[in-house]
């Protein structure tokens, strides 16, 4: 089992930030969704991706802390004062030295090995220090703030990430929106630094954390997928996951 003690440097290590004090879905993480923890669908799809060399859990509670251990899935905990998953990934970065972190969001299980897959896939050219995903937007989804749409350039850099509607169609002439897939992967240069970079305006008034990045000067590449997932942030996410899950089975 990977540990906080665990020697040598790996190449790309998987981080799960599970936190309990979910506000709007009390305890998701833990929640059972079609007969098991949330968190277990996650950690199951991300340990199926060939590209990560290891897998941890990084949680703020000694209760998934113990369900990691009854599973025996490697967890370190990780305090609870943490604002955010980043932050959460960048401690168990100053404990376990790798080259790429992948974040690997808690609450999303509909996780497949081919997100983390294309997620990494940007750092094949060398000078890419972060990464993150997008996925065609659905019509309904458009002007759903809780849906993140990004704009890239060509080459695939992030030009903005907003829960407005962007582009903003003026003339009313088809338009392609894409949806922000919440999974993030970083050289660890790039997650050092993330802690010490002023905290933005654009990410105060978005709540959006990767608005850290680029206010910030640091380039974020944006990989398109074609699988969805659903963060699970309500009891109607739940529900909606579970039977897509059930379908899947």
Not at 73 to 89: A, E, K, N, Y
Not at 196 to 209: G, I, K
Not at 220 to 242: A, R
Request: proline fraction near 8%; include cysteine; aromatic fraction near 6%.
């Amino acid at each position: 089992m990977l540990d906080s003690n665990h020697s040598g440097k790996i190449g790309v290590l998987g981080v799960i930030p599970a936190r309990l004090a979910s506000t709007r879905l009390p305890r998701k993480i833990l929640r059972t969704i079609a007969g098991r923890p949330m968190l277990a669908w996650v950690y199951d799809a991300a340990r199926a991706c060939p590209q990560l060399d290891h897998l941890i859990v990084a949680t703020d509670s000694d209760e998934i802390a113990a369900l990691c251990r009854e599973n025996n899935w490697p967890c370190i905990l990780t305090s609870p004062d943490l604002p955010s998953g980043t932050d959460r990934v960048h401690a168990v970065s100053k404990l376990i030295d790798a080259e790429i972190y992948v974040n690997i969001q808690g609450d999303e299980p509909l996780l497949k090995p081919e997100h983390l897959t294309a997620l990494l896939r940007p750092f094949a050219t060398p000078h890419v220090e972060v990464s993150t995903l997008k996925v065609p937007c659905t019509p309904a989804n458009i002007d759903n703030p809780n849906a993140v749409k990004v704009v890239t350039a060509a080459d695939g850099r992030a030009l903005y990430f907003s829960r407005a509607t962007i582009p903003y169609n003026r003339d009313g002439a088809p338009t392609e929106y894409w949806k922000h897939i919440g999974l993030y992967a970083y050289r660890k240069s790039a997650l050092q630094r993330f802690p010490t970079l002023p905290h933005s305006t654009l990410e105060h008034t978005e709540r959006l954390e990767q608005l850290r990045f680029l206010e910030n000067n640091i380039t974020v590449y944006v990989e398109p997928t074609n699988h969805d997932t659903i963060g699970v942030d309500t009891e109607e996410d739940l529900k909606l996951v579970e039977s897509i899950l059930l379908q899947r089975q």
